[in-house]
């Protein structure tokens, strides 16, 4: 009997090994195609990257050479391939949408959302936003989606600080 139960759990080993190699390489596979989508809408745009970041399915980049911002995310029928002229941009802040719900003896804040909004010169042009974190297509558990966007926001507006000073 013990014999079988050493079987069992060399069995269960293979399996948790294969899912993990698998699962990994899958996500390596998902985010060097990200990469090379970022790659080539940089080319598109003759710039060259001064930073760049990945996070949940995404990766954001700045060209601070060209003054431009490039956004890539994965998420199903909903991909975004955006690129934004910093240069047509007054500002940029982060923008969390979150329920919240009561329970008997609390409540409890769940965030559905985490965008950068990065606010037009123009007034009357609709403020661009780059969708960080969404619970309907990236889950219910946030990794560093928060900390990336705040980071992201003090890149932006920092870089268009940079450009006013220019001006």
């Given at each position: 009997m013990s014999s079988f139960f050493i079987l069992g759990l060399?069995?269960?080993?293979?399996?948790i090994i294969l899912i993990v190699t698998l699962g990994g390489s899958k996500k390596k596979k998902?985010?060097?195609?990200?990469?090379?989508?970022?790659?080539?809408?940089v080319q598109k745009e003759n710039s060259v990257i001064t930073k760049?970041?990945?996070?949940?399915?995404a990766f954001i980049a700045i060209s601070k050479e060209s003054n431009k911002l490039f956004f890539v995310k994965k998420a199903g029928a909903a991909?975004?391939?955006?690129?934004?002229?910093?240069?047509?941009?007054?500002?940029?802040?982060?923008?969390?949408?979150?329920k919240t719900f009561e329970r008997k003896?609390?409540?409890?804040?769940?965030?559905?959302?985490?965008?950068?909004?990065?606010e037009a010169n123009?007034?009357?042009t609709p403020p661009i936003e780059l969708c960080i974190y969404d619970s309907e297509i990236d889950g219910l558990i946030l990794a560093d989606e928060l900390q990336m966007?705040?980071?992201?926001?003090?890149?932006?507006?920092e870089q268009i600080r940079d450009n006013m000073l220019k001006a």
């Open positions: 060399a069995l269960a080993a293979i399996v998902e985010k060097k195609e990200l990469l090379k989508t970022l790659n080539e809408l760049k970041e990945y996070c949940n399915k991909d975004s391939q955006i690129v934004v002229d910093l240069k047509e941009i007054k500002r940029s802040k982060v923008s969390v949408v979150s003896s609390d409540s409890q804040k769940i965030i559905e959302k985490i965008m950068l909004q990065l123009k007034s009357n966007a705040e980071e992201w926001d003090t890149v932006i507006n």
